[in-house]
C-alpha cells in the first residue's frame, strides 16, 4: 500500500508511521514541524516538506498517486482553542478543506481522518459509543466534528471513501523504543507528570479533587499510542478491501483517574511528583471512557499495549532516555 501520513512527524503520526513501515508498505510524511520532529521521521519514510495550507504543495505531493491519505495535521490543545479559536478555523478547518478538496482532484479513493472524543462534549451515558449526541464543549472538538460532517458529504457527493477514527487519550510510546523523541511544550497529564519526575517541572496541577469519582478526581480512558497506529492501518485495510466508510471510537475502555496515573507513575518512576490542587477546568466531565465495540466488530481492532503500567513504563524509558543524553 501507498499511504500519505499529512501531519506525520507528529507524536500519534509517527508512531503510525512507524506501523505502516513494519508492514512494508510505502509510507509517505507530508508536515511542516510547526510541531512535529524531526527526529522521529524515519529513513524509509518521503518527506514532503510543506503544509496543507498550500494549495501548490498539496497538488504536488498528491499528484504521486496515493491509495491512503491519513490526516493528522490538526492543532489539538482544547485549552487553547478557546483562546484562539481563529488559529483552529485556519488550520484545522480550512486546512482539511483544502486537503480534502485535493485529495478528490487527484483521485484519492481512501482518506482516515484523526479525530477525537472531544466530539462528544459532556458526556450523557457511558460508556460512550458512536451514537452518543455529538456536542463538543470546546472549539477544538468542533473542528473535529466540522470536517467529519464535511467528509460524510464528500462521501455522497465526490464518492471518496473514509474512516474516522475517535481517539480517547493517547499516550505511551512505542514498546520496542524506536521513538525516542519527545512533544515540545506537552499538554496532556502523562508528559506532564514525566515532567514531573524527570525534575523539568517542580509539580502537577491536579484541576479539581472534588468530581464524583472514586477519588475526587477526574476519570478518563487512555488509550496506548502504538495501539492507535495499529487501529490506522486496519482502517486502510479497511478501505482498500471495498467496505465503504465508517466512523470508530478508539479507546481502552477503562477508566482511570488522575491520581491513579499519578499514583501509578510513583510506583514505576521511583519519584515523589509533588502535586497541587486547583479548581476545575471549564467543560472538563467528571468520567469519560469509550465503548470501543464497534471497532473491534469492524476493523477487529483491540488495543493490546493499553494498560496504565505499559503506557507509564514506555513513556518513562523515553524521558530517561533523554535525560541520559543531557546529562
Not at 513494519?22 to 510524511?29: F, L, N, P, S, W
Not at 478547518?93 to 479513493?109: D, K, M, P, R, T
Not at 463538543?136 to 467528509?151: H, Q, S, V
Not at 470508530?248 to 514505576?268: D, Y
Request: aromatic fraction near 8%; charge should be negative.
Amino acid at each position: 500500500m501507498k499511504v500519505l501520513l499529512c501531519g506525520g512527524a507528529g507524536y500519534i503520526g509517527t508512531h503510525v508511521a512507524l506501523e505502516f513501515i513494519r508492514r512494508g508498505d510505502q509510507v509517505g510524511i507530508l508536515d511542516n514541524f510547526s510541531s512535529g520532529l524531526r527526529e522521529n521521521v524515519r529513513p524509509e519514510v518521503q518527506l514532503y516538506e510543506g503544509s496543507i495550507l498550500d494549495k501548490a504543495h498539496l497538488d504536488r505531493t498528491l499528484s504521486e498517486k496515493w491509495d491512503t491519505v491519513i490526516h493528522l495535521a490538526a492543532f489539538k490543545a482544547a485549552g487553547e482553542s478557546m483562546l484562539e479559536p481563529a488559529k483552529y478555523a485556519n488550520n484545522n478547518i480550512c486546512g482539511s478543506l483544502l486537503l480534502l478538496s485535493a485529495c478528490v482532484e487527484h483521485g484519492v479513493a481512501n482518506f482516515i481522518l484523526s479525530s477525537s472524543a472531544a466530539v462528544y462534549g459532556e458526556p450523557t451515558y457511558l460508556p460512550v459509543d458512536e451514537k452518543h449526541p455529538t456536542l463538543p464543549t470546546n472549539y477544538y472538538g468542533y473542528t473535529k466534528l466540522a470536517i467529519e460532517d464535511n467528509l460524510a458529504w464528500f462521501s455522497r457527493l465526490k464518492g471518496l471513501n473514509y474512516v474516522s477514527l475517535r481517539y480517547f487519550n493517547a499516550a505511551g510510546y512505542d514498546p520496542n523504543g524506536e521513538m525516542l523523541g519527545l512533544e515540545t511544550n506537552p499538554a496532556n497529564l502523562i508528559p506532564v507528570v514525566m515532567e514531573v519526575a524527570s525534575g523539568i517541572r517542580k509539580s502537577i496541577q491536579i484541576y479539581g479533587d472534588d468530581y464524583p469519582t472514586k477519588d475526587g478526581t477526574g476519570v478518563r480512558d487512555y488509550v496506548h499510542v502504538s495501539d492507535l497506529a495499529i487501529a490506522h492501518a486496519q482502517a486502510a485495510d479497511y478501505l482498500m478491501q471495498g467496505n465503504g466508510s465508517l466512523v470508530v471510537n478508539l479507546g481502552s475502555e477503562q477508566g482511570l483517574s488522575v491520581r491513579e496515573i499519578v499514583e501509578c507513575a510513583r510506583q514505576i518512576t521511583g519519584k515523589a511528583i509533588d502535586e497541587n490542587i486547583v479548581g476545575r477546568r471549564p467543560g472538563d466531565p467528571a468520567k469519560l471512557i469509550a465503548s470501543s465495540t464497534k471497532a473491534l466488530k469492524t476493523l477487529g481492532w483491540k488495543p493490546k499495549f493499553s494498560s496504565v503500567e505499559t503506557i507509564i513504563e514506555t513513556t518513562w524509558k523515553v524521558y530517561q532516555s533523554k535525560a541520559k543524553e543531557n546529562s
